[in-house]
């Protein structure tokens, strides 16, 4: 195996927690090496096609289902540079108060071993950078303004929101980081609602646009279709790098003093879980069993209607211009626990598995026919981000089958939380009610739950009995390896995770520069 030259910091992953660590740490003056399994994308590779931008989804190992509830991996993820950070929809709420103390509260899962408060100037930090849209007391959100105005609504918009409105939910700008005007040579957004398909105008703050541009000029090491295969060890078992095969199928080690998993939150497990020797006969970091353990992610149900009135569906966002946190108080006078937030008029295309035609599977020929030309001018969508509760058996484990390099396949175990099954049915009943109170003339909801939105599996926490990494995500025992991502969350919440990633990467990331000693093997 050919052994690189030593780095300070040996990063896996280049998606969005990756791209800030290499971001920050460079600045710092840190010798950094990314390690990305998949292609090195550029602006220009992001082209406004539905088919096209599937380049953009998962491409490496397949990732096995499991449970009652099978979670399909491959849409979720990215594969990349950027990650999925590259194609996600850029909205961007901060997880509340509430959502850091799940096991206080309802005896589900474990508390964060920080708050909101701990996280908040870590919040503020990153939208000032990313430059994040919205209007933070239409929030009712504490922390500072945001640093551009709200997104423009559309005709979808502003006929959902009557609906709200007569439910007795306030609405308000869907915080986004998306520029809604021209600055720092990154133009307004054209609200064409590609997002899924990525940005090539650079509007929709992604890694390619705010951090790997100032990571590479700063001398950062990226290296692409470089499959990381395990956690090197020295014969006491302390981390010394990262074993891999690069892009032209040979075998390497990179030496690094500190190393940062950033490979989202099924492969940080399944790396951890693969990397077993004398000292670590369960895998690195998982003395206790609770590497795979608790993972979690979102349910997404959409609920549809059709207007007299013109709603302009084809413009927008992919995330809607509005938002409602009405409903997000974890439990009901009746019904089932956990938060919701709605999404209120995502901008929609004709075709793909998110597009007008979908929203009606059932119908073919002439019928389907009509229905996309009256949908086309006339449809209302709103979709609910239901929170799933975290059970401690949903979980990412390794199968015996391996991909080409001899890794254990993961496989994620996920089976819902009978309040979390009956929240997604709750959240598309009040949607019907919500969209027939905006005026809608007819009204369906999409039947196939969508699971989205990875957490969990190497959850962060105080007690290494119990936990993955503290609470800086350092793993226990282990103070010169660190997890990034969503899988750092004991729960998720009800809003998308990004914005939270990065604010728990910013708090790492400059703890590893003011606090280099305690990073140390």
Same mark, same amino acid.
């Given at each position: 195996?050919?052994?690189?030259?030593?780095?300070?910091?040996?990063?896996?992953?280049?998606?969005?927690?990756?791209?800030?660590?290499?971001?920050?740490?460079?600045?710092?003056?840190?010798?950094?090496?990314?390690?990305?399994?998949?292609?090195?994308?550029?602006?220009?590779?992001?082209?406004?096609?539905?088919?096209?931008?599937?380049?953009?989804?998962?491409?490496?190992?397949?990732?096995?289902?499991?449970?009652?509830?099978?979670?399909?991996? %491959?849409?979720?993820?990215?594969?990349?540079?950027?990650?999925?950070?590259?194609?996600?929809?850029?909205?961007?709420?901060?997880?509340?108060?509430?959502?850091?103390?799940?096991?206080?509260?309802?005896?589900?899962?474990?508390?964060?071993?920080?708050?909101?408060?701990?996280?908040?100037?870590?919040?503020?930090?990153?939208?000032?950078?990313?430059?994040?849209?919205?209007?933070?007391?239409?929030?009712?959100?504490?922390?500072?303004?945001?640093?551009?105005?709200?997104?423009?609504?559309?005709?979808?918009?502003?006929?959902?929101?009557?609906?709200?409105?007569?439910?007795?939910?306030?609405?308000?700008?869907?915080?986004?980081?998306?520029?809604?005007?021209?600055?720092?040579?990154?133009?307004?957004?054209?609200?064409?609602?590609?997002?899924?398909?990525?940005?090539?105008?650079?509007?929709?703050?992604?890694?390619?646009?705010?951090?790997?541009?100032?990571?590479?000029?700063?001398?950062?090491?990226?290296?692409?279709?470089?499959?990381?295969?395990?956690?090197?060890?020295?014969?006491?078992?302390?981390?010394?790098?990262?074993?891999?095969?690069?892009?032209?199928?040979?075998?390497?080690?990179?030496?690094?003093?500190?190393?940062?998993?950033?490979?989202?939150?099924?492969?940080?497990?399944?790396?951890?879980?693969?990397?077993?020797?004398?000292?670590?006969?369960?895998?690195?970091?998982?003395?206790?069993?609770?590497?795979?353990?608790?993972? %979690?992610?979102?349910?997404?149900?959409?609920?549809?209607?059709?207007?007299?009135?013109?709603?302009?569906?084809?413009?927008?966002?992919?995330?809607?211009?509005?938002?409602?946190?009405?409903?997000?108080?974890?439990?009901?006078?009746?019904?089932?626990?956990?938060?919701?937030?709605?999404?209120?008029?995502?901008?929609?295309?004709?075709?793909?598995?998110?597009?007008?035609?979908?929203?009606?599977?059932?119908?073919?020929?002439?019928?389907?026919?009509?229905?996309?030309?009256?949908?086309?001018?006339?449809?209302?969508?709103?979709?609910?981000?239901?929170?799933?509760?975290?059970?401690?058996?949903?979980?990412?484990?390794?199968?015996?089958?391996?991909?080409?390099?001899?890794?254990?396949?993961?496989?994620?175990?996920?089976?819902?939380?009978?309040?979390?099954?009956?929240?997604?049915?709750?959240?598309?009943?009040?949607?019907?009610?919500?969209?027939?109170?905006?005026?809608?003339?007819? /009204?369906?909801?999409?039947?196939?739950?969508?699971?989205?939105?990875?957490?969990?599996?190497?959850?962060?926490?105080?007690?290494?009995?119990?936990? /993955?990494? %503290?609470?800086?995500?350092?793993?226990?025992?282990?103070?010169?390896?660190?997890?990034?991502?969503?899988?750092?969350?004991?729960?998720?919440?009800?809003?998308?995770?990004?914005?939270? /990633?990065?604010?728990?990467?910013?708090?790492?990331?400059?703890?590893?520069?003011?606090?280099?000693?305690?990073?140390?093997?």
């Amino acid at each position: 195996m050919r052994s690189d030259a030593p780095a300070d910091v040996v990063i896996m992953g280049a998606g969005a927690a990756g791209a800030l660590f290499a971001d920050r740490l460079t600045a710092a003056g840190q010798r950094v090496v990314v390690l990305e399994a998949g292609e090195g994308w550029a602006l220009s590779d992001l082209v406004s096609s539905q088919i096209w931008a599937r380049r953009l989804k998962w491409g490496g190992a397949p990732v096995l289902p499991g449970g009652a509830h099978p979670f399909g991996h %491959n849409f979720a993820v990215g594969s990349g540079m950027g990650g999925s950070a590259i194609h996600h929809y850029a909205s961007w709420p901060r997880l509340r108060a509430q959502d850091f103390r799940l096991g206080s509260t309802l005896g589900l899962g474990q508390d964060w071993p920080i708050d909101a408060a701990t996280l908040a100037p870590w919040y503020d930090r990153v939208q000032a950078e990313m430059l994040i849209s919205g209007d933070a007391a239409a929030e009712g959100r504490d922390g500072a303004p945001y640093p551009l105005p709200p997104v423009k609504v559309f005709a979808q918009a502003r006929l959902l929101a009557r609906g709200f409105a007569a439910r007795g939910f306030a609405v308000c700008p869907n915080p986004m980081a998306v520029m809604t005007e021209d600055r720092d040579d990154r133009p307004e957004c054209l609200y064409d609602g590609w997002c899924d398909a990525g940005c090539p105008t650079g509007t929709l703050a992604n890694p390619l646009v705010v951090h790997w541009p100032r990571a590479l000029a700063a001398g950062a090491v990226l290296r692409t279709r470089a499959n990381v295969l395990a956690i090197a060890t020295d014969a006491a078992g302390r981390a010394t790098g990262l074993d891999y095969v690069d892009a032209a199928g040979e075998r390497a080690h990179q030496p690094a003093a500190r190393i940062v998993l950033a490979g989202a939150a099924v492969q940080n497990a399944r790396l951890l879980l693969a990397s077993r020797s004398t000292a670590h006969p369960l895998g690195f970091g998982n003395a206790h069993a609770q590497v795979g353990r608790w993972f %979690n992610c979102h349910s997404i149900g959409n609920v549809h209607g059709l207007f007299t009135e013109q709603t302009e569906p084809h413009m927008g966002l992919a995330a809607g211009g509005l938002m409602s946190f009405a409903d997000y108080g974890k439990q009901r006078e009746s019904g089932p626990r956990g938060s919701i937030t709605w999404g209120i008029a995502p901008a929609v295309k004709p075709n793909d598995l998110l597009g007008l035609a979908m929203t009606r599977a059932d119908l073919f020929g002439p019928a389907l026919h009509a229905f996309m030309a009256k949908a086309a001018r006339h449809i209302g969508i709103i979709n609910a981000i239901c929170e799933n509760l975290p059970v401690a058996d949903n979980r990412i484990e390794l199968a015996t089958e391996t991909d080409r390099f001899g890794v254990p396949l993961a496989r994620i175990v996920h089976t819902l939380h009978p309040d979390s099954a009956a929240l997604w049915e709750h959240a598309l009943q009040d949607g019907e009610t919500i969209l027939r109170a905006a005026g809608a003339t007819q /009204v369906w909801s999409g039947r196939q739950r969508a699971l989205g939105h990875v957490s969990g599996g190497t959850i962060m926490g105080r007690d290494p009995v119990t936990s /993955v990494t %503290n609470d800086i995500g350092q793993i226990h025992g282990a103070a010169n390896v660190v997890v990034a991502g969503g899988g750092l969350f004991p729960s998720i919440g009800a809003v998308s995770p990004t914005f939270t /990633v990065l604010a728990l990467a910013a708090r790492t990331a400059a703890a590893m520069i003011d606090e280099r000693g305690r990073f140390a093997a």
